[in-house]
Nanobody, 122 residues
């Protein structure tokens, strides 16, 4: 069974910073893309940032220049560094991990974490 655990959320003032971590464990042969999503009540879950297996990254326009996604393959962990946080960044942040369970797999599976709350308020 694959387990995804997020951490690092909390309450921060506007302009502050947080770093989210997402650690994966279980029967995983190789990781593929990893991403961070966020969700607030009444709106769809939004893709915030994604990082591919080769290290290429993409971000939603609203966080470009402020957020940075990175991964440490040796630790099976993906990070989201969030700087200059704004009240509109307030949301539950979820980690999604794509992975292969066998060397012969053609397409990856995916798992979600339980989410971590980020609140930006003065």
């Amino acid at each position: 069974q694959v387990r995804i655990v997020e951490s690092g959320g909390g309450l921060v003032q506007p302009g502050g910073s947080l770093r989210l971590s997402c650690a994966a464990s279980g029967s995983i042969f190789r990781f593929d893309a990893m991403g961070w999503y966020r969700q607030t009540p009444g709106i769809e879950r939004e893709l915030v940032a994604v990082i591919t297996s080769s290290g290429n990254t993409n971000y939603v326009d609203s966080v470009k220049g402020r957020f940075t996604i990175s991964r440490d393959n040796a630790k099976n962990t993906v990070y989201l560094q969030m700087n200059n946080l704004k009240p509109e960044d307030t949301a539950v942040y979820y980690c999604n991990v794509k992975y292969y369970i066998g060397i012969g797999d053609a397409r990856p599976l995916g798992s979600w974490g339980q989410g971590t709350q980020v609140t930006v308020s003065s």
